[in-house]
């Protein structure tokens, strides 16, 4: 008769564990900090990186604003003033993740990328001019990796703020500002 080795068994458990945990997305960090442990856990089940911009509207179709290329990029066309303002960001053209909140004082813009809990964001890029012509474009599409404001986003976060110096040149100007971000929803 043939002896069991149960010294393997757990070797095996532990592997197929982690070859689960593995699949799942879930990541376990430890770290020794002055005798105390700390293990932080996260779990990113079916997620997918979108683009997202920021809308005038709170409306899931309405691209108002929108660039005159192929795509479905839309950027901010108002006068701004101390009181915030409430933008709204989308995700693949037509899902609501979250908020962008532009306000000034004497000296600054600021603009606010508030995310919903659920969605963390990886990368932000934001442009202001006065005229729409010279955000950075080719063929009507805006590109982000020539806006002037960028920031990556490690790990994910849900909320950031630019604060921009203010140019003379805006005042009492309409300003245009196209604000991106590459979003993650689970």
């Known amino acids: ?14 592997l197929f564990t982690f070859l689960l945990l593995c699949l799942a ?6 770290s020794k900090w002055y005798d105390h442990v700390d293990m ?14 920021a809308r005038m509207y709170n409306q899931s ?3 108002t604003y929108d660039f005159p290329g192929n795509n479905w990029a839309t950027y901010l066309k108002h006068h701004l003033t101390e009181t915030p ?8 053209q037509h899902h609501l993740v979250g908020e962008l909140i532009t ?7 600021f603009i606010k990328y508030q995310l919903n809990n659920i969605y963390t964001m990886s990368t932000s890029h934001v442009h202001v001019e006065t005229s ?11 590109i982000p990796g020539l806006f002037t404001h960028k920031k990556d986003h490690e790990p994910g976060i849900i909320e950031y703020i630019y604060k921009i110096p203010w140019q003379n040149s805006w005042d009492e100007q309409q300003l245009f500002i196209a604000a991106h971000a590459e979003v993650w929803i689970p």
């Not at 997305?25 to 430890?30: A, E, P, Q, T, V």
């Not at 303002?85 to 693949?92: C, D, E, I, S």
């Not at 306000?103 to 813009?109: G, V």
């Open 1 to 14: 008769m043939r002896k069991h080795n149960s010294s393997r068994l757990p070797k095996i458990g532990v």
């Open 25 to 30: 997305g879930l990541s376990i960090s430890y």
């Open 40 to 53: 932080q856990m996260s779990i990113n089940i079916a997620t997918q990186e979108e683009t997202a911009w």
């Open 61 to 63: 179709d309405n691209f």
């Open 85 to 92: 303002q409430t933008f709204y960001l989308y995700a693949g």
């Open 103 to 109: 306000w000034r004082n004497n000296t600054h813009l």
């Open 132 to 142: 729409f012509y010279d955000i950075p474009q080719a063929n009507g599409n805006p």
